[in-house]
Each structure stands twice: as C-alpha cells, then as structure tokens.
C-alpha cells in the first residue's frame, strides 16, 4: 500500500526498466517475489511497462555480437527468457508472433550460427508453461517450437550443453523426448536454400546461352554463401506484390555506367550487381531498420501523446503520428545505412565477380563506380522499408489512445483529456507561450500544420541530387612552414574554384574528366620537361588544368571517394615520371587533394610511408614529398628503420641517400635529429660490418664539423637574415622532436655559438628579433586557420622560450670576470628586443593588435625559469627584477591593447608571489608596488567618469580586485 501510494504513473516506465535489468535480468531466485509484488501493486500500465522493457531488452541480447561471445551475456538473456515466461506463459497469456516468432528465431540461429543464444532462451521461456493450464503439451503452438527443437537436436550436430537445454526442457514439461516427431524443416531448408539461389540458378542459365566462358558451378550452396533467402522476410513490407516485384525492380533500376556497356554486352554485370544489392540490403536492414523504427516510434509516441492529449479525433492523431514516425524512421535508416551498405555492396560484387572469374575483366575503379551509382537505389530501397514497417508499430503503440478517442465522442460527446498524460504535463502548460499551449477541442490548424509539413520535410530534397554527406566542410590544412615557407611558393597555385555553383557530378563522369584532364597535362610536361613550376605562367595551361582537376574533385557527387581516385592516380603518376616538372605538378596537386578530404590525407599517409612496395623508394620524389609535408619524416624514420632491420637492401642504400639529401645538401630540409631510428639501425650495421660503402661514407660526414658558413661570410643583410632564420626553424624543429633531450640542446647551443650568431651585438640582437617576429608570426597565421591545438599553435613561441633560458644558463663572461653579471645583462637585452618587437606591432596594427602570442611568450619565461630556478638561484631575483622592469615599460598607459595580458602576468603564480618573497628584506615589494601604481594610474580616468566604465572596464576592474584580494 505504500508504494502505490509513491509509485505514480509517470514513474512507470523508470521502474519498468530498473526492475528488469537492474533485478530481473541478474536475480532468477526472486523472479517469483517480483511478480507478487507487482500483483499487489495491480496496475495494468505498470504490468504493460514491463513487458515492453522485458521485450526491449531480450531483442538488443538476441542481436548483440557480443552475446556470442560473452557467457555473461548469456546468462542475462536466459534470466530474461524465464522472467518472460513467468509474466506470459505461466499466467496463461500468449506471446504474440509479432513480439517473438520463436520457429523463426531458432531457424535464423541456425541459418547464422547463433543457435548457442537462441536454444537456451527458447528453452527458459517455454519451462514456465510447465505452470500453465493453456500452454501445456499438447498445446499445438507448445509443441510446434518443441518439435523443430527436437529436430535440431537430433540433426543439427549441437554441442553437450545446447541438447542438455533441450533434455531439461522436455523434463519440465513432464515429457519424453523420444515421444517428440521431429519436423522436417531443416531438411527441408536445403531444397530451400538451392531455390534461393535462383538468381544464380538463371546467372549461369543466362552465361550458357550467351556462349562465353561459364566456370563450372559446384553446389549453389556451398559454392554462394547467398542470403537471398533472408531478403523475402526481411523486406516482405516493401511492396504488395511481394519479393518477386522487389527483386524486378532493383533489376529495372539497376545503374550500369556508359563506359562499362562493352563489359556488360558480354558478361551478365546487371544481374551480379543487383545480386550484390540484394544481399548488402539483406545484411543491413534488419539491425538498422530495427533500431530507425524503434528510435522513430518512441520520440514520436511521446510527442504525439503530449501535443494531442485533448485531441478528440483519433484520425488526426494517426494522420500525424504516420507521417512523424515514416519521416524520421526513413531518415534514420537513411542517415545510418550508407556506409554499411556501401562496403556490403562492393564486398559481395568483388566475391561474385571472383567467383565467376570475371575479377580481372573489371578494375577496382570499375567496381567503386558502380557501387557509387548503385548506393541511392539500395539507399532508398532500405528507407522505405523503414517508412512501411514504422506504420504498424506506431498503431500498436498507440492503440488504446486511439480507442479511448472513438469511445469517449461515443458515449459523451464531451471534450476529450487525456488525463493520465493531461496530469504530468499540467504544471508546465501554463508556462508555455500561446502557439505552443495545448487547448481544448484538440488542436489548431497552425499547430496541425507542423505534423504535416513535417512529413513533407523527406520529399523536399531529391536524393539524387542532394545525398547524405557526413564528411566536414573542406578545409585549409595548416602545414607549419616557419622560416622554410611553401614548397613552391604562397601563391604558385591558388585554388579558387571558377564556378562555384558548378552541379555536382557523379563519378564516372568526374574520372572521364579527369583522366582527359590527365592526358592533357602529361603531353603539356612532355613538351616543357625542364621548365619548373615557378617559371610558368599564372594563366599557362598546366596551372588551368591543375585548377580544373582540383574543382572536379571538389564538385563531385562524392568528394572523399572521387578525390581517393584521383590522389591514388596522381601517386602513380609522381614515382613514374622523372622530369622535375612533373615532380613538382603532382605533388602540388596530391596536396591540395589531401587539403580537399581529409580522409584522402590519411590514406595518402599510408601509401606514401607504409606501403610494402620497392618502387616508392626514389629518392627526389619522396625529398619532394617531405618539403610539402606530405611525408612526416617521424613516420618515415620509424618505418625505415623497421624496414634496414628486415635486411631491405634497396631500403639500406635508399636511407643512406635520402639522409644526405635532406641534411647535408643545400638547401637543408631536415637535420639530423629528424632520423635518428634510421640513423641507429644504420650505425648498428655498420658495427656488424655488413654496411655498404654508401652508408659507411654517409655516418663519416654526418660526424664532421657542420659545413654551414660561418656568419662572417655571409655578405648582405638578406642573407644573413635567411640564415638566421634557418638555424631558428632548425631549434623549432629540434624543440619538437620527442627524443630531445638537455643534452640534444646543449649540443645546438655550442653549434650556434661556433657559427658566431651570439658573439657580435649586432648579429645576435638581429637574431633575438627574427626569433620574436618568426614565432609571433606563425602563431598568428595558425591562428587564423584554426585548424591546431593550443600547443602546436604556440610550439615556436615555446620552443623560442627555452632557447633564452638556455642560452642565459650557459652564457658566461667573455672576459671572465662576472659570469652572473653577465647573465643579467644577456637576458636583460633579449628582453629589450622583445618588448622592441611588441611596440612596433602594437604600433602598426593599432586596433588589430593580438596581445596573445607575447603573453604566451611571458608566460612561458616564467615557466621556464622556474624549471631552472636551482641551476639559476645566484641570479634568479634579478632576473625577475629586470622582468619587472620590462612589465613596468609595458604599462597600460602606454600599450593599452596589452594591458590584459599585462594584468595576467604581473600577477602570474610564478612571478608575484616568488617577488614579494624572495628576499628577506622585501627588495621585490618597490618593484611590484610600481606595477599597481602603474595600474591605478590607468584606472583612475574610467573609475571617474561612469560613461567611460564599459564592459572591458568593468572586466578590468574585477581583475584588479582579484589581484589585490
């Protein structure tokens, strides 16, 4: 009595599902103690709530893989299987063939190799008959399910445990085993199953009159594993006319391309697609279509039951519930079956194709093009199922409310309210705006109206032109350029499409295109083998034709699939041409391709560095590669040095070269540290003297000296910029790389040092500067595209950052008198060039200027520093004096667009509490009391006048309050 009293009806359903997976499904003994208890509670909503759960749950367990495998997973589904026997057969009630078609669910467990979940289920519901009156032998529907399982007993080969399901069975129900005939349902099913596969039964009729070259046919059966026989059940609600019209109509919308017809006039391709169609449908529709319809059929059982609670007229209510529940279950299937579908679709064409040795009549490209025809067709084949099978079960779920509507305008004639639904929803209806307010008589024409265009909403859009995408919009790929730039400039090839609303095509129209395109390229190359990319023309043909073949793929029917083309193609192409021409046009082109889909980028990765094939190892096309950042040299330093471990010769002897192209020609573009795997596996065999003469030279020079010219040599002020700029990219590059280390660093420090960059002030203050401007530069730009994590975004400003405490740590006095003296000064002076290059950007860009990249590098100075605050103790408050001093120049009054960061790092956690304490005598308290009178004197104009105090003060304000609170 007091729980009914607490157990309200819209508390049912939570309760429904605790009881039976929380209890039910994991506590057999109190099965019994639970049906008391919800007979005391005799609520017959309360009794419906559970078995629809009890439903729920036994379907996800009987289609879960994992029930397979799991015995755990078992044990919950025979659990299940007795507590629904409890609740249905042994209280005389019947489980309906539309909730469980127990025949059909062991034949499927048969027909797929899941009879170790179907048996004991079946078993564990059909023991509670044994408490039945109706459902005892020789109940016909009882002893139907125990004749096909005696059947599977004697004839499918169970294991011990699956017979001993069966044996306990019959035992419960006080019956013998051998008194059981057995049907002839599986014996029958092989006869079956050869009829199933009549579509290959007329394939191989149609090869015989057509006079080719027939493969000799072993058993349809065993030979094709088909499930054709499954597609007939599974699509039954498709077409009135049944299967038979099903299968013509995918024959009569079956797509063959243009160019595949001489192919298709002699092999019977129409009939192997739709073949190929039928069975991907059959594999995807029951789990996808069955979780679109129960998705659909729950939101809009809710919606419609809260909108239509004083609704009188049931047909309205079944006319918006039908076209809710068709539009979402056919968009779900829809948005959910693509992929599935499409590698189903090109699996079995392949396996078909192979099995009646046409593999090699029809290319891979071939087989992508007709499955990107085909997918709409099965598409929209699997979304009507979905629309037709949504309409019972949104009827059965709302049966009784469609029955109390007839029965109350009979009786009363009174207006409707459906008070269980009416009692839950009453407290928010007032709080609801008038449009959406329920009334009574049922709803407005307005309100009406939404239900209607709602089911419109699937056949606004044609499929055809308009299918379902879920790749992102393409986007820029940020590659960190620095100093080294773009490969063949910034602007060598801009891509702005010419026609934007260029209609999307479909693939064999774009590769038709694109191998003329092809055609047309490889001719213009052949006539100008020598030029480069740089000295053509803006408006040349080669820079059109690569523009046109970077928008065919970006206006195909489907980029990701259409670009993959192209790029495996252009890959082809670069390691089969040898002009430099030709180099540099392909990789331009894969790059951008890989910028067009991102899924091309990943599978170019693969192909470029993982793939097993010896022809890749040219050394000019893979140098290529690694300038456009198109090979990440990690990845192929690893893979290399995997591949010289296995014994590749061609592999010793490529690295070797590759390693003294990238770092000991001119130009550089990667150092040492950028193969240091390949650099061990080579050294190590070296060792094991089974080196060639090719490595053993490459180690000798990588030991000498660095060939780069000292500073001194370097004439012009441009040059000496480009170098300086070098050995900057060359420390963010070193900064990166995970195997660094102090002594990796200390090792470049002494390098710089030999070179004369930190000897002279003038080449060392130019030098702290290109440092500033490069790092705050590439901050900016990646910024701006938005495609990077915070750390990569400020890698150079940090990379930057530990190059000055660094440098401070291991600056010593060249005249040998005051090493810690001279340690203040040298940070004192890059510090000043900071604050330079601060200044002009603030003055230049006024309104523009981003106080973010030098607050990250302030910041991160003071993180460094108290990294290296034992190594640095003799000097560490000066240090944080002259950063003192430096926040002082930078005050608000003079840089207002810093004074946020400003605010943020005088009172950093690593600045001021380590300056007001670090001395005894409080040196570090005059230094800060000037940075707060600083700030006060800022403030004090907007704290005077009220107009002046705006958000941004109002913001500052609160800051300062946080910082002297």
Excluded at 402 to 416: D, L, M, V, W, Y
Excluded at 811 to 835: C, Q, R, T, W
Aim: charged share 20%.
């Amino acid at each position: 009595s007091e729980m009914k009293q607490i157990l309200k009806g819209q508390h049912y359903r939570w309760f429904a599902n605790y009881l039976v997976v929380k209890r039910a499904s994991i506590e057999p003994n109190y099965h019994q103690l639970y049906l008391q208890f919800l007979d005391q509670l005799d609520s017959q909503l309360l009794m419906k709530h559970v078995l629809h759960e009890t439903f729920a749950n036994v379907n996800v367990l009987l289609n879960s893989n994992k029930t397979v495998q799991s015995a755990s997973e078992r044990t919950l589904l025979k659990n299940l299987g007795s507590w629904l026997g409890g609740m249905t057969l042994a209280r005389n009630k019947p489980i309906k063939h539309k909730n469980i078609a127990f025949k059909d669910l062991l034949v499927e467990g048969y027909d797929s190799n899941r009879l170790i979940v179907a048996i004991p289920f079946v078993c564990k519901v059909l023991e509670q008959a044994s408490k039945s009156k109706v459902f005892k032998p020789p109940n016909p529907w009882l002893m139907a399910i125990l004749r096909l399982l005696v059947e599977l007993y004697q004839f499918a080969g169970l294991k011990l445990n699956l017979t001993f399901e069966i044996e306990v069975l019959c035992k419960s129900l006080s019956i013998e085993l051998q008194d059981i005939e057995p049907t002839n349902i599986l014996k029958d099913k092989k006869p079956l199953k050869d009829s199933a596969n009549q579509q290959t039964d007329r394939l191989a009729q149609d090869m015989e009159r057509m006079n080719i070259n027939t493969p000799t046919f072993v058993s349809p059966g065993a030979k094709i594993a088909s499930q054709t026989s499954h597609i007939q059940p599974a699509l039954g609600t498709l077409a009135d006319e049944g299967y038979v019209n099903l299968t013509q109509s995918i024959a009569q919308h079956v797509v063959i391309n243009s160019n595949l017809s001489i192919i298709a006039s002699q092999i019977p391709l129409r009939k192997i697609v739709q073949l190929a169609i039928e069975r991907a449908i059959c594999e995807t529709v029951t789990s996808i279509i069955d979780r679109a319809v129960m998705i659909a059929g729950i939101s809009t059982r809710e919606l419609i039951v809260k909108d239509f609670s004083m609704e009188p007229n049931e047909e309205k209510m079944r006319s918006a519930a039908h076209s809710m529940v068709q539009t979402l279950a056919g968009s779900l299937a829809l948005v959910t079956c693509k992929d599935s579908l499409r590698q189903h679709m090109m699996a079995h064409l392949r396996s078909l194709l192979q099995q009646y040795n046409y593999s090699e009549a029809i290319s891979e490209q071939a087989i992508v093009v007709i499955v990107t025809e085909n997918l709409e067709l099965a598409s929209s084949i699997v979304k009507k199922i979905a629309r037709e099978k949504a309409v019972p079960e949104i009827d059965e779920a709302l049966a009784s409310s469609f029955s109390n509507r007839k029965k109350h305008r009979e009786r009363t004639g009174q207006p409707f309210y459906d008070m269980a639904v009416y009692s839950a929803v009453s407290r928010y209806v007032s709080n609801l705006p008038e449009p959406l307010r329920t009334k009574p008589n049922g709803l407005t024409e307005q309100q009406l109206q939404i239900y209607q265009d709602f089911g419109r909403i699937g056949n606004l859009a044609r499929p055809s032109l308009q299918p379902y995408d879920d790749r992102p919009p393409r986007t820029a790929i940020h590659r960190q350029e620095l100093a080294m730039g773009h490969l063949y400039g910034a602007n060598e090839l801009s891509f702005e499409p010419a026609h934007p609303q260029v209609a999307a095509m479909s693939a064999h129209q774009s590769l038709e295109k694109f191998a003329q395109y092809i055609a047309e390229l490889e001719n213009l190359i052949a006539k100008n083998p020598q030029a480069s990319l740089a000295s053509l023309q803006q408006n040349h043909e080669i820079r059109l034709i690569v523009n046109q073949i970077l928008l065919l793929a970006s206006t195909s029917y489907n980029r990701d699939e259409t670009a993959l083309a192209f790029s495996q193609k252009v890959v082809q192409l670069l390691y089969k041409n040898e002009s430099n021409l030709s180099r540099e046009i392909y990789v331009v082109l894969l790059e951008r391709l890989c910028e067009i889909s991102i899924k091309v980028s990943g599978e170019v990765t693969a192909w470029l560095i993982y793939a097993d094939d010896d022809r890749k190892f040219i050394v000019p096309v893979v140098v290529a590669l690694i300038k456009a950042r198109l090979i990440n040299t990690n990845e192929q330093d690893l893979q290399l040095a995997r591949l010289i471990e296995a014994g590749r010769t061609t592999v010793i002897d490529f690295t070797a070269k590759l390693i003294r192209e990238c770092t000991l020609k001119e130009p550089q573009i990667a150092t040492r540290a950028d193969f240091p795997n390949s650099l061990d596996a080579l050294d190590r065999l070296a060792r094991r003297g089974k080196a060639p003469e090719s490595v053993i030279k490459l180690l000798d020079d990588l030991r000498r000296p660095a060939r780069a010219p000292p500073i001194k040599e370097v004439e012009n002020l441009g040059g000496l910029r480009e170098q300086l700029s070098y050995y900057f990219t060359e420390w963010v590059r070193l900064y990166q790389h995970p195997a660094s280390n102090e002594k990796v660093f200390s090792s470049f420090i002494m390098q710089v040092q030999q070179q004369g960059i930190l000897k002279g002030d003038e080449v060392s203050s130019m030098f702290f500067r290109i440092c500033t401007e490069m790092s705050v530069d590439n901050c900016l730009k990646q910024k701006i595209t938005n495609q990077s994590s915070t750390v990569t975004v400020y890698q150079a400003i940090d990379a930057f950052s530990k190059l000055i405490v660094l440098l401070v740590k291991y600056h010593s006095d060249p005249e040998g008198m005051n090493d810690n003296l001279a340690k203040s000064a040298y940070f004192n002076k890059i510090v000043s060039l900071i604050v330079l290059v601060l200044a002009q950007a603030h003055e230049q860009r006024r309104q523009q200027f981003n106080q973010k990249p030098f607050f990250r590098l302030f910041s991160s100075l003071l993180s460094d520093l108290n990294a290296y605050e034992q190594q640095l103790q003799p000097i560490y408050f000066q240090l944080l004096t002259i950063l003192s001093s430096t926040f002082t120049t930078l005050q608000p009054s003079f840089f207002p667009g810093f004074t946020f960061a400003w605010l943020s790092l005088i009172s950093h956690r690593l600045f001021m509490p380590k300056l007001l304490l670090a001395s005894e005598n409080q040196k570090g308290w005059s230094a800060f009391h000037r940075l707060l009178i600083s700030l006060f004197r800022f403030l004090i104009p907007f704290l005077r006048n009220v107009e002046m105090f705006r958000e941004t003060t109002r913001l500052l304000y609160k800051g300062t309050l946080r910082v002297l609170l």
